[in-house]
């Protein structure tokens, strides 16, 4: 029934705890895809060690893609490999809830693994874009759109765009809570929480953190209203985001 799909590039540093948790769930997913990108670390061989299956990732984009098409579940579960949350009944408590909104996308609140300000902050604006998801798509069927860390849908949902579309490879979860809500799905806010790491923060002095920052909101804005993105404005994005 449950399909969980977490796509991996060099994640030995953090995949590990998060299947370790999934295993002591209560309930069990039918299967743990690994959407991996070539990976030069431990990544594959702890995947296997807790017999998941792999397949050929890429960008995040193509791993959730590739993950979602390769996936035999009703329900979707796609997860970053830093993710952690608590309680033996996590799952079951997410699945229970959306059980009885089968024709939505799903997401939970986030909250810091760390007392990182910055972390914090991200968690704050990744929560604050929720509320707002929530009321645009009550009132115009649309959303700004939400984070890859933790997307959960059923099958029928994902089938209606069939991949995560993306912008020169970017914000492909934007683009697929978007599209999905495009096609009729309802956006929801599960009432539970999931921490996440700082590790999109690395190597971000607060220039870096408060640029990346603006060109994101500019971009998902821009987007959102069908403009044209500018091709610099996603090259100072990336560099930005990998903190050159």
């Known amino acids: ?6 796509p991996t590039y060099n994640e030995e540093k953090y995949l590990s705890r998060l299947l370790q948790l999934i295993k ?7 299967e743990i895809i690994i959407a991996d990108n070539h990976s030069t670390d431990k990544t594959v061989s702890i995947a296997k060690k807790f017999d998941c299956i792999i397949i050929k990732g890429g960008t995040p984009a193509q791993g959730r893609t590739a993950g979602g098409k390769a996936a035999t579940g009703n329900i979707l579960l796609f997860l970053d490999a830093d993710v952690v949350f608590k309680g033996i009944n996590f799952l079951k408590r997410i699945i229970n809830d959306y059980k009885n909104n089968q024709n939505s996308v ?46 959960l849908c059923h099958r029928s949902v994902f089938k209606t765009v069939g ?3 993306s912008l020169k490879g970017y914000h492909e979860d934007t683009f697929f809570f978007r599209e ?8 929801i806010v599960l009432p539970e929480k999931i921490y996440i790491s700082g590790r999109r923060l690395k190597n ?41």
């Open 1 to 6: 029934m449950l399909s969980i799909i977490i």
């Open 24 to 30: 002591k769930q209560t309930l069990q997913p039918d």
């Open 106 to 151: 799903a997401t939970v609140w986030f909250v810091s693994q760390e007392k990182n300000f910055f972390n914090k902050l991200l968690c704050l604006i990744a929560n604050l874009t929720k509320k707002i998801n929530l009321f645009i798509a009550k009132k115009w069927k649309t959303v700004l759109g939400d984070y890859g860390i933790f997307i």
């Open 163 to 165: 991949r995560f579309p």
């Open 180 to 187: 999905v809500v495009k096609k009729g799905a309802r956006y």
């Open 204 to 244: 971000k002095n607060f220039f870096r953190l408060l640029t990346w920052g603006t060109l994101c909101l500019l971009i998902i804005v821009i987007s959102f209203f069908k403009l044209r993105v500018n091709r610099d404005m996603l090259r100072w994005y990336e560099e930005m985001r990998k903190g050159r």
